[in-house]
């Protein structure tokens, strides 16, 4: 066997093995449950460990904030190292799989097989951003509809816990869920304000923040929970009017490159294709 072939499927074997091994279940059945209840973040991990040891207390921390906003609460940091780890490996293999199967050394295979060894350690990364944004951009879009509920519901006479509760059943995405979480620290006897905040905190999105320190602000100090509540929902309902206002805005921009890749190549056929036709035609 060839020694270049020989060392990708040693990177492909080792790519697998890592893979396999971080999308292995971590902790105890009571860690797991734990982390659920609590809304921690992540599970339990060990500190001690090869992988544990790549990142410090800092990036642990910024990387465990983030697997919480993206609603991965079962996989920890140390997990996420071993698949980028992992999905590494298989970039380099794939990069040299490819410059094998073409067997041209230039400099452009050359950067496409780069290409693919940073596609392959930047994956794990970008589908975890990816994940962060879709899950802010669902609590935005449900953030309105949801506060206007609960402001008709507080306003029948119905009190915070209850609407809350009856809020959360008849929404979905999440939003409920990280309602939900939150309605089972409550229960468990913290207060609603730390619960609340905290939930602000996991899902890291601006709307949801202002929209809970206006309703534990005004619950700490004697408001009028319900002007408050119609207040943050129309400037909740305001700010989404306004974002959707700056994407149609950015459309014409965005619009420049499919036009030039895919209308103007058929407009000049369409124009000068005739014209070419007739000119290279037989006399």
């Known amino acids: 066997m060839p020694p270049v072939i020989l060392e990708v499927t040693v990177l492909g074997a080792v790519a697998l093995f890592l893979f396999t091994f971080a999308l292995l279940p971590r902790g105890s059945a009571i860690d797991k449950r734990l982390s659920d209840l609590e809304r921690s973040g992540v599970a339990r991990e060990a500190r001690d460990g090869f992988f544990a040891k790549i990142i410090d207390e800092q990036q642990r921390s910024q990387l465990s904030r983030k697997l919480v906003a993206a609603g991965w609460y079962t996989v920890n940091p ?43 350690f930047a994956a ?40 809350l509760t009856v809020t959360m059943e008849a929404i979905s995405g999440p939003l409920a869920e990280e309602l939900k979480s939150a309605m089972s620290d409550v229960r468990l006897g913290r207060s609603r304000g730390e619960a609340l905040m905290a939930m602000a905190e996991r899902v890291q999105q601006t709307d949801l923040l202002t929209a809970v320190i206006a309703i534990v602000q005004a619950e700490r100090l004697g408001g009028n929970i319900v002007s408050v509540l119609e207040e943050v929902s129309v400037e909740a309902r305001e700010t989404r009017m306004m974002r959707i206002e700056e994407l149609a805005a950015q459309l014409p921009v965005k619009m420049v490159f499919p036009m030039a890749l895919f209308m103007l190549p058929a407009l000049i056929v369409m124009i000068f294709g005739p014209v070419v036709a007739n000119f290279l035609s037989p006399k």
Not at 87 to 115: K, R
Request: hydrophobic share 50%; glycine share 14%.
């Open 124 to 163: 794990p990364t970008v589908l975890l951003n990816r994940a962060v944004e879709s899950r802010q951009k669902g609590v935005q879009r449900a953030l309105p509809d949801f506060l206007d509920m609960l402001t008709t519901t507080v306003e029948a006479g119905v009190s915070l816990n209850g609407a």
């Open 78 to 120: 140390t997990q996420i190292v071993i698949r980028t780890v992992a999905s590494g490996f298989g970039g380099i293999a794939a990069g040299a799989a490819l410059v094998l199967f073409v067997g041209d050394t230039s400099t452009m295979w050359l950067c496409g097989a780069a290409g693919l060894v940073f596609a392959g």
